[in-house]
T-cell receptor, first 116, second 117 residues
Framework: EAGVAQSPRYKIIEKRQSVAFWCNPI?????LYWYQQILGQGPKLLIQ????????DSQLPKDRFSAERLKGVDSTLKIQPAKLEDSAVYLC??????????????FGPGTRLTVL | AQKITQTQPGMFVQEKEAVTLDCTYD???????LFWYKQPSSGEMIFLIY??????QNATEGRYSLNFQKARKSANLVISASQLGDSAMYFCAMREIVSGATNKLIFGTGTLLAVQP
């Protein structure tokens, strides 16, 4: 089966500009996650969707970040306006339905954002 | 709050030797899951192995095994017969259950493994 797709792979913008990232999860995966990974750190969850509803967005900086998952399939993460500290890799992950003990998340290749 | 600690920023290992990557965790939840992911330079996180808190035996997946010591709250990854392709960042993660939501992962800071020929 095809993996999690993300685009673009790389993006360079100036501070105060806006940017959007796209993610297409594995077919049939109801749960979708966006993570932010700053250089030298582990990924940090920004937002979790279950189908097209938000389950957890407690760590999403809502004054500048927004995300949507229309129709419960692909998702878009937007930053407006960007700050220097937003430079990071943005990872999208998905998980199939069910509450099995393992049920691991599958990750996409990420989008590397550089804010100048 | 749940926390994952990886104390080894970097490790070297000779090809064909075994290596252990350390991970300790902190949680008050009796039910949790522990994961190891590999992140090569390409950036994608690759699932390696899973250990549930109630599992009686240590998990194994091919050359990967998990040394799970529940009382010490440690979940070390053992890679046997290291290969050059094992050079990557390795992250330990714990599954957190928050208000009915499942599978929120808390990650450690990672260990960079370099396999030398």
């Amino acid at each position: 089966e095809a993996g999690v797709a993300q685009s673009p792979r790389y993006k360079i913008i100036e501070k105060r500009q806006s940017v959007a990232f796209w993610c297409n999860p594995i077919s049939g995966h109801a749960t979708l996650y966006w993570y932010q990974q700053i250089l030298g750190q582990g990924p940090k969850l920004l937002i979790q969707f279950q189908n097209n509803g938000v389950v957890d967005d407690s760590q999403l900086p809502k004054d500048r970040f927004s995300a949507e998952r229309l129709k419960g399939v692909d998702s878009t993460l937007k930053i407006q306006p960007a700050k220097l500290e937003d430079s990071a890799v943005y990872l999208c992950a998905s998980r199939r339905p069910g509450t099995g003990a393992r049920n691991e998340q599958f990750f996409g290749p990420g989008t590397r954002l550089t804010v100048l | 709050a749940q926390k994952i600690t990886q104390t080894q920023p970097g490790m070297f290992v000779q090809e064909k030797e075994a290596v252990t990557l350390d991970c300790t965790y902190d949680t008050s939840d009796p039910s949790y899951g522990l994961f190891w992911y590999k992140q090569p330079s390409s950036g994608e996180m690759i699932f390696l192995i899973y250990q549930g808190s109630y599992d009686q035996q240590n998990a194994t997946e091919g050359r990967y095994s998990l040394n799970f010591q529940k009382a010490r709250k440690s979940a070390n990854l053992v890679i046997s017969a290291s290969q050059l392709g094992d050079s990557a960042m390795y992250f330990c993660a714990m599954r957190e259950i928050v208000s009915g939501a499942t599978n929120k992962l808390i990650f450690g800071t990672g260990t960079l493994l370099a396999v030398q020929p």
